[in-house]
C-alpha cells in the first residue's frame, strides 16, 4: 500500500526525534500584557501585573498561588465580582467588592433545571435553542486510516464549559461503551475500540456497516472533538515495525481531528469537501489510498439519503453498494446509527497528470494527480431526516507530489449553516511553508471574490471547487454559499528531504468558520499527546479579545476587510476566548511527521437554503 512505501523513505531522511522546533519565537521577559492598557493594575490571567506609564509590566503578583483571582485596576481579591460559581446545585454570587460569596438558590435537577451563571436552567434546552457547537448528543465514528499501527487510540476529547459536573455515556447499539463525568472546565479523554471494518477495509472499497457509529449523550451542554489517532508517537516499537527496530518508539505517521457537531444542529444537507484518491508508484505500478466521504444516520428511525456523486466511488466488497460514476444519483436507507463509508475510486495506472522524482534521495517515484473524477470534492448529500457526515482521505500528500501523506477528517457544516463569506488565515509556518485554501461552491453561477485580491473572481458550479496557496490572511466572498477549507502541507513542501530529520508536520484539513456564524465566546481544547499546539483568532480590528482572561497581542491586519488574525502557542487542556465582538478560531497541532488542525467552534444557524 502507498503508506508502506510513505514510511519506508521517510525513515530514510528522519531518523531520531529533536527537541521540538517552535514556528515562532517571543523576547524573553514580561509579556505584553500593558500593549494598548492604561498605567495601573492589568491582568494575565490571575497574574496581576502593574503597568507604568510607559506601558512596561512590573512587578507580578500571582492570585492563584494563594487561591485568589486577578481584578484589572485592583488586583488580587477573593472572587471576581459578580462571578457566578455552583456549590452542587446551589448558586453562589460574588460581591461587587470581589470579597465574598453570596448564597442563592438550589436548582433541581429532576426538574431539568441546573446551576449556571443565568441561574437554574435546562441548560440541553438552551443548547438545542442557540444552535451551537455545544450540545449534550453527538455521534462519533471511526474514519478510514488503514495505514495507521494497530496500537493507536481512537478517542474522544470531552469539554466542560459548564459550572455543574457532566456526566457522560457513550453507546454503541445501546450497548455502554463508556460512562465518564467530566467535572467543570475539565477535560476528559475517551477511548473507544476501533470499528476495523471503517478503518481498515480491504482495499479500495466503500463499506456499509449496521451500529457503525457511536451515539455520546451528556446531561449538560459540553464540546467534543474526535482524534484518529490521539496520540503521534508511542514509547515502544510497532508491532508491525517499519521504523528502527529497538529504538522504542512508535509513530503513527498519519492523524487528525474532527469538531463533533451535536445532534440538535444536524440536517439532511451537506456538500463535502476531501482530496483526490493518492497514487504513488515505483516502476510504473501504482498504490492508491482513497479519499472518503463516512455518513451516519441520526434520526429515531430510518432516514432515506441521496447521493450525488462527483467522482468515481469504489463498490463495497459485499456488494451491498455498487460502484457510482461521477454525476450519478443514488438513494439508501440508514438506519440510526448506521454508517456508509464512500470512497473515491482507485486505479492501476495514472489517470491524469504524472511527475516523476528527480532528487537523489529516491529518484524514480512516481506521483499523480488524477483529476477530478477522483475527488470527492463537491459530492453532495441530501437526506429527509438528520444525518451527520465526516469527509476526508485515508493517507495523501499535499499538494500530491510533496511529501508525506497524512489522515485528514472534519465533520462538515449542514449546507444551511453555510454563509456567503469566510476569513481564513494561514497557520503558524514550522519551515516558510504555505498552506492551500479549497472553495466549494454550494450554489450555481456563484462568483467567488477575495480580499485582499490574491486571485482573480472565480466563477463555479455547485460543488466546483477552486484552489489556490495561502500565504496571507484572506476574506472569501460569493454571491452564493460557500465551504472554505484550509490545509496544511506536507512537511517536505520545499523538497524532498528539507523538513530534516524526525520533522514535525504534514497534511491535515479544517473548515473555515462562516463570519456569519463567529461567537463572542469559545471552549476549546488541546491536547496532551502533541509537542505543541497553536491557536490562530480572527477578529474586527482593534477589538478586545482574551484568552484565558489574557489580552490578546500580536494581530496582523487582513489587508482591505477591517479584520485581523492574530496567533499564539497554547498549553494542553481548556481554553476559553472571549471578545466584545463575534470572532472566529481554529486550533492545531505538531508532532513527528503528523499534525492535527481542527475548527474552534461556531454557531449553525439556518442562514442558507437547503441544496
Do not use: K
Amino acid at each position: 500500500m502507498s503508506v508502506a512505501l510513505c514510511s519506508a523513505l521517510l525513515l530514510l531522511v528522519a531518523c531520531d526525534d529533536p527537541v521540538p522546533f517552535a514556528p515562532t519565537s517571543r523576547d524573553a521577559g514580561p509579556p505584553p500584557v500593558c500593549e494598548g492598557a492604561s498605567e495601573g493594575i492589568v491582568c494575565a490571567g490571575d497574574v496581576a501585573w502593574s503597568c507604568d506609564a510607559r506601558g512596561v509590566p512590573r512587578m507580578p503578583d500571582d492570585c492563584a498561588a494563594r487561591g485568589e483571582r486577578c481584578v484589572t485596576g485592583t488586583g488580587c481579591r477573593p472572587c471576581l465580582p459578580n462571578e457566578v460559581r455552583c456549590d452542587g446545585e446551589t448558586i453562589e454570587v460574588c460581591d461587587a467588592a470581589g470579597s465574598g460569596w453570596t448564597r442563592g438558590a438550589t436548582c433541581d435537577p429532576s426538574t431539568g433545571q441546573r446551576c449556571s451563571a443565568d441561574g437554574c436552567v435546562d441548560l440541553c434546552a438552551r443548547a438545542a435553542e442557540d444552535r451551537s457547537y455545544l450540545g449534550c448528543e453527538y455521534w462519533p465514528v471511526v474514519t478510514r486510516n488503514a495505514p495507521l499501527p494497530r496500537e493507536f487510540t481512537f478517542a474522544v476529547a470531552i469539554a466542560n464549559p459548564q459550572l455543574v459536573p457532566a456526566v457522560i455515556v457513550v453507546d454503541r447499539a445501546g450497548t455502554e461503551i463508556a460512562r465518564r463525568t467530566v467535572a467543570p472546565g475539565a477535560l476528559e479523554i475517551v477511548a473507544l475500540p476501533w470499528i476495523e471494518s471503517l478503518r481498515a477495509p480491504l482495499g479500495i472499497a466503500s463499506v456499509r456497516e449496521a451500529d457503525g457509529a457511536y451515539h455520546l449523550v451528556s446531561d449538560v451542554p459540553v464540546v467534543v472533538t474526535q482524534w484518529n489517532p490521539l496520540e503521534f508517537r508511542l514509547e515502544h516499537d510497532c508491532e508491525d515495525e517499519e521504523g528502527v527496530a529497538g529504538d522504542r518508539q512508535c509513530h503513527s505517521f498519519t492523524n487528525d481531528a474532527s469538531l463533533l457537531l451535536p445532534a440538535h444542529v444536524l440536517t439532511g444537507n451537506y456538500v463535502a469537501v476531501s482530496r483526490p484518491t493518492f497514487f504513488l508508484g515505483r516502476a510504473g505500478t501504482y498504490s492508491t489510498s482513497p479519499g472518503f466521504v463516512t455518513i451516519v444516520g441520526a434520526a429515531e428511525g430510518e432516514v432515506s439519503v441521496e447521493i450525488e456523486a462527483s467522482a468515481r466511488i469504489a463498490p463495497s466488497l459485499d456488494g451491498t453498494f455498487a460502484a457510482m460514476a461521477p454525476g450519478e444519483r443514488r438513494t439508501i436507507t440508514l438506519a440510526r446509527g448506521e454508517v456508509i463509508q464512500l470512497a473515491s475510486e482507485g486505479a492501476e495506472t495514472c489517470p491524469g497528470v504524472e511527475r516523476v522524482e528527480t532528487s537523489a534521495l529516491d529518484p524514480g517515484v512516481r506521483y499523480c494527480d488524477p483529476g477530478a473524477e477522483y475527488d470527492l470534492t463537491g459530492t453532495i448529500v441530501r437526506a429527509d431526516g438528520p444525518v451527520a457526515v465526516i469527509a476526508g482521505h485515508d493517507c495523501t500528500f499535499v499538494p500530491f507530489d510533496r511529501w508525506a501523506c497524512d489522515h485528514l477528517e472534519e465533520q462538515l457544516f449542514p449546507v444551511e449553516s453555510l454563509g456567503r463569506s469566510a476569513f481564513v488565515a494561514p497557520t503558524s509556518p514550522l519551515r516558510d511553508e504555505p498552506n492551500l485554501l479549497r472553495v466549494v461552491s454550494a450554489a450555481d453561477a456563484n462568483t467567488i471574490t477575495f480580499t485582499p485580491a490574491i486571485h482573480a473572481p472565480i466563477t463555479l458550479g455547485r460543488g466546483e471547487h477552486a484552489e489556490l496557496e495561502l500565504r496571507d490572511g484572506v476574506r472569501v466572498e460569493g454571491t452564493g454559499a460557500l465551504l472554505a477549507t484550509l490545509f496544511l502541507v506536507g512537511q517536505d513542501y520545499a523538497g524532498l528531504g528539507t523538513s530534516g530529520r524526525g520533522g514535525s508536520g504534514d497534511p491535515g484539513m479544517a473548515l473555515a468558520i462562516p463570519d456569519a456564524q463567529f461567537r463572542s465566546s469559545y471552549t476549546v481544547l488541546a491536547p496532551e499527546t502533541y509537542r505543541q499546539s497553536w491557536l490562530d483568532m480572527i477578529a474586527p480590528t482593534g477589538a478586545r479579545v482574551e484568552l484565558d482572561r489574557t489580552i490578546v497581542t500580536g494581530w496582523r491586519e487582513i489587508e482591505g476587510t477591517g479584520w485581523s488574525h492574530a496567533s499564539m502557542q497554547i498549553q494542553p487542556g481548556v481554553h476559553r476566548a472571549s471578545a466584545e465582538r463575534p470572532f472566529g478560531l481554529q486550533v492545531y497541532g505538531f508532532g513527528a511527521y503528523t499534525s492535527y488542525v481542527v475548527s474552534g467552534g461556531l454557531d449553525l444557524r439556518p442562514i442558507t437554503p437547503p441544496i
